[in-house]
């Protein structure tokens, strides 16, 4: 795909640095439809010889488009253009498998990892009657939209939900709410949900292939059964730039 610019305007006198007019000169071509959602840009070479500039130049330019969102980087493949936004529910009012096959999207959840780990975070100690820093069951699960990882899942299980802690990793990649109501029985769970934005811990950076530490959206949900014994806690932070969240209500006037 050949970039659309005016090489005379780039190169005049007080135009800006060069990456932020690499950058803008991509964004336009975005805007434009020259570069459509989905698209791959122009490899680095490439664009090193258009512009006339270092491959530090490029880089910082892609990095500035990552982190606005208008770029995505997909590992051993290159840079493209991101898709339009897509809404994505967090009403979570049947979990979150459930709940993007209801907004028309394909779940896939991937467990990243799992075991005993100590949980630092008082209030989901106290949400599982623990002091901070005993042991807790963790499974912390990557998950997907339609083939794009979406966010980053860590949950806490309370030690009475023993068949979710010795459930296989297979189970885990599935619903947990249907994996609840299997073991259980359960079919009422009631929860809490609280929002915030800060910056991602390193490995959900990672797992997210995210370029900097800018905040994201984090969801702590707290889940207990219809005796108010807790069931689970998770802190999911949502990878940006990829999804709309939205949540819907019934007013009753």
């Known amino acids: 795909m050949e970039l659309i610019f005016d090489r005379e305007e780039m190169n005049a006198p007080g ?11 991509i964004s336009q071509n975005i805007a434009n439809g020259n570069l459509a959602p989905n698209s791959q840009i122009p490899p680095e070479p490439q664009l090193m010889e258009l512009f006339d500039c270092s491959r530090i130049t490029v880089r910082a330019a892609i990095k500035e488009l990552v982190e606005k ?6 590992q051993g493949l290159g840079t493209f253009v991101t898709e339009t936004l897509k809404n994505l529910s967090v009403n979570d009012c049947s979990g ?3 709940d993007c096959i209801m907004d028309g999207h394909t779940p896939l959840t991937k467990v990243t990892s799992s075991g005993m780990k100590p949980v630092d975070d008082p209030d989901i100690a106290e949400f599982l ?3 901070p820093g005993d042991d807790a069951f963790q499974v912390i699960r990557l998950r997907y939209v339609d083939g794009l990882p979406c966010a980053v899942e860590i949950s806490f299980v309370s030690e009475e939900f023993d068949k979710l802690i010795n459930a296989d990793k297979t189970e885990w990649e599935t619903s947990l709410y249907g994996l ?3 073991e259980y029985g359960i079919s009422k769970i009631a929860g809490k949900r609280l929002y915030n934005a800060c910056p991602p811990p390193t490995e959900v950076k990672e797992l997210l292939e995210l370029d900097s530490d800018n905040n994201v959206l984090v969801v702590d949900d707290l889940h207990w059964d219809a005796n108010n014994k807790p069931i689970f806690s998770s802190t999911l932070y949502y990878k940006p730039s990829l999804f709309r969240l939205y949540s819907s209500f019934v007013s009753l006037l």
């Open 15 to 25: 135009s800006g640095a060069r990456y932020k007019q690499i950058a803008k000169i």
């Open 96 to 98: 979150f498998t459930a």
């Open 69 to 74: 969102g208008q770029l995505v980087r997909r």
């Open 129 to 131: 009657g623990l002091k």
């Open 180 to 182: 609840i109501s299997k």
